[in-house]
């Protein structure tokens, strides 16, 4: 069975906490997403070492696996967005579908090792571009195509909410 596409606009986490995963926005700094970026990509490789990793636990839900490879393909996303961030006045970020890159890269039959690999490199490669965020780019804005604003700050803190929570998906809280 597919699953359902999300198409809930999840932006709203910058304002509140999330009553699901329990992420709170406001908590954290830009100075914070590093660490918590790298021990968050750590804790997914240990999700990926699991017996039961490639099982859905329901018919329209992804598995461990699959919800891994989507944080890999969104750390890889979020450092081009603020490597554009950080390199251009107001970028507009392409349109990404994220069901169809799950379709397209067919993430259920990915190798978990391989997948544990990638998603440690690219956690590692986006905390360093955060950390080279200063307090004079850490307003720098840009676009999503729907017209959504972000700061380099609200950006990583609603990419870093993407990560937790998905974490919490699989049963793994990252707390």
């Known amino acids: ?17 999330c009553p699901e995963c329990g992420f709170e926005s406001a908590t954290h700094e830009v100075s914070d997403l590093p660490g918590l970026l790298e ?21 329209g839900v992804w598995s461990a696996l699959e919800y891994a490879c989507h944080v890999r393909d ?47 490199a690219a956690g590692r490669e ?6 080279t965020v200063t307090d004079a780019t850490r307003g720098r804005r840009g676009l999503r195509s729907n017209g959504d604003e972000f700061t380099v700050e609200s950006l990583g803190r609603y990419h870093l909410h993407d990560v937790v929570h998905h974490l919490h998906d699989v049963g793994a809280d990252a707390g």
């Open 39 to 59: 021990q968050t990509a750590a804790r997914w490789a240990q999700v990926l070492g699991r017996g039961d990793v490639s099982e859905r636990p329901e018919p």
């Open 1 to 17: 069975m597919s699953i359902t596409p999300d198409t809930k606009d999840w932006t709203w986490v910058l304002e509140r906490p």
């Open 74 to 120: 969104v750390h890889v996303l979020f450092a081009e967005r603020v490597r554009l961030m950080l390199d251009e006045d107001g970028p507009t970020f392409a349109n990404w579908d994220q069901d169809a890159t799950a379709v397209e890269r067919d993430y259920g039959s990915q190798d978990p090792e391989v997948v544990a690999t990638e998603l440690v």
């Open 126 to 131: 986006v905390a360093s571009l955060y950390a």
